[in-house]
């Protein structure tokens, strides 16, 4: 029973009574009345009753995610928020399954994203999930939809209140994981392939991280055009299944030159490339490209080294930054793209028009996400570095289902572990310091050895010389 409609029952149980009574046997004595104590008694359960929601509202909590701080995985943590989220007018209020992991969100953790807000905040683009309240105005969506959720941010959380506009239904079929492995993705590598790249039956793409979400979401999407060639670059142990996935030519990036092997196979280059690694990649994409020919970059993933912000990679980036002139551009046949989706957030219709053709795809079986691996929230730290390290082949997934105990043990176990390993690592290097500081002394004591010996013999000499005088 709700705060609202405890006082209206109490309220028409008292005028029940008053009206039943004369239907009973008449008596001699007077009709009896509520005698004050017990009036008194109602009316002080009315306010009680009334203020039941309020300890219902503050004591709502859910888990989130929070970028504390830029640096490494640990700044990313789990925390525990209070109070139930407001809804606006043109609102829903989600309660989240599943949540995707971007490189974005690898960036923004080091500070190198630009679309999330400053910490504390959580992070988090893309989610699925269950609709547990619509605000005023919303017509298009109902409490118990499945939904995935398009984002700037926040969506890293237990529960998220997002524009009903930001929210797709999930087809028939589809998981929760896959909802939330979709959105980000595919929407990037179709905007890409198809409003920029204009795809067209027999051209050729080339398709950096092949094995990564935006990928195998670009391949998948390459094969619904007849005849297209797919050149994707990925480490050796993913070239089967990226090519089982529809990579053409397969091209290991750290072995070979990706540009000769292309060379070799076109040799009058490609029709469309994309580029997530900027720098000096964006010199040679642009370089390989035939006349008519389309370079599409959307990241930096260059700037990427190690868990905390590389300041060398970064200038080293920006030093190798591409430019061109448009005379350039105009006797090359060529056309250079820049795409973001974090700056699309209010292209609604544009968003939602290639998200209903992805979705029919979906439905016609023509592309399916691949999930690499799920993670708890507690563990976003090892997803993170997993994603990180290029080890992930698809998407990895966090999901919001609350870890098991012996998971849990096991978790505390290996951080024990880390910590232990952390600190003899710590006495190591203080071990090495100070046996350094000792050799140091020792090689100092060798050096003033000499210098006593020499100041000795000095006065060795000085002393006869007293004696004579």
């Not at 595919?186 to 990928?215: E, S």
């Not at 050149?231 to 397969?250: D, L, N, P």
């Not at 290639?354 to 079986?365: C, P, R, S, V, W």
């Not at 071990?431 to 050895?449: I, Q, T, Y």
Request: hydrophobic share 30%; charged share 30%.
């Amino acid at each position: 029973m709700s705060g609202e409609d405890a006082p209206a029952q109490q309220q028409n149980a008292v005028d029940q009574k008053q009206e039943t009574k004369p239907t009973e046997e008449p008596k001699t004595e007077p009709p009896k009345t509520e005698s004050p104590p017990a009036a008194a008694a109602e009316a002080a359960a009315t306010p009680a009753a009334t203020t039941e929601k309020v300890p219902e509202e503050e004591t709502f909590t859910y888990r989130a995610l929070v970028l504390t701080g830029y640096g490494g995985y640990d700044k990313v943590k789990l925390q525990v928020k209070k109070g139930k989220p407001t809804l606006k007018a043109g609102e829903v209020l989600v309660r989240v399954k599943a949540c995707g992991l971007n490189f974005a969100d690898l960036m923004a953790r080091q500070g190198l994203y630009d679309r999330l807000p400053s910490p504390p905040v959580t992070p988090g683009m893309e989610c699925s999930g269950v609709v547990e309240a619509v605000g005023e105005e919303v017509t298009d969506r109902k409490v118990g939809d499945k939904v995935m959720v398009l984002n700037r941010f926040g969506l890293w959380q237990e529960v998220a209140v997002v524009p009903a506009n930001h929210t797709f239904l999930i087809p028939e079929g589809m998981s929760f994981e896959e909802a939330a492995a979709l959105p980000v993705n595919y929407i990037t590598a179709y905007m890409m392939l198809f409003d920029f790249g204009n795809l067209r039956p027999n051209q050729n793409v080339l398709v950096h991280a092949a094995a990564g979400g935006v990928g195998i979401a670009a391949t998948q999407l390459c094969k619904t055009v007849k005849d297209v060639t797919v050149f994707g670059t990925a480490s050796a142990s993913k070239h089967e299944t990226i090519t089982q996935g529809g990579v053409t030519h397969a091209i290991d990036y750290r072995t070979k030159d990706y540009v000769e092997e292309v060379r070799k196979i076109s040799p009058k280059g490609l029709d469309i490339i994309l580029d997530p690694l900027g720098g000096s990649d964006t010199h040679k994409a642009y370089n390989l490209l035939k006349p008519m020919g389309k370079l599409i970059t959307y990241g930096a993933a260059n700037m990427l080294a190690g868990q905390k912000k590389n300041l060398l990679a970064v200038a080293k980036n920006w030093y190798h930054q591409f430019s061109i002139h448009t005379l350039s551009l105009i006797q090359g046949n060529k056309s250079v793209c820049g795409f973001h989706l974090g700056y699309l957030d209010g292209e609604t219709e544009l968003i939602t028009e290639a998200m209903n053709t992805i979705l029919d795809f979906y439905k016609e079986g023509k592309i399916k996400p691949r999930i690499d691996s799920t993670w708890h929230l507690e563990q976003v730290g090892d997803a993170m570095r997993k994603m990180q390290e290029r080890n992930n082949i698809g998407k990895v997934i966090l999901t919001t289902e609350p870890m098991p105990e012996e998971e849990k043990k096991e978790e505390t176990k290996k951080e024990d572990k880390k910590e232990d390993k952390k600190k003899e690592d710590k006495k190591k290097d203080d071990k090495k310091k100070d046996d350094a500081k000792k050799e140091e002394k020792k090689d100092d004591k060798k050096k003033e050895e000499p210098k006593k010996e020499e100041k000795k013999e000095e006065e060795n000499k000085e002393e006869p010389k007293k004696e004579e005088k």
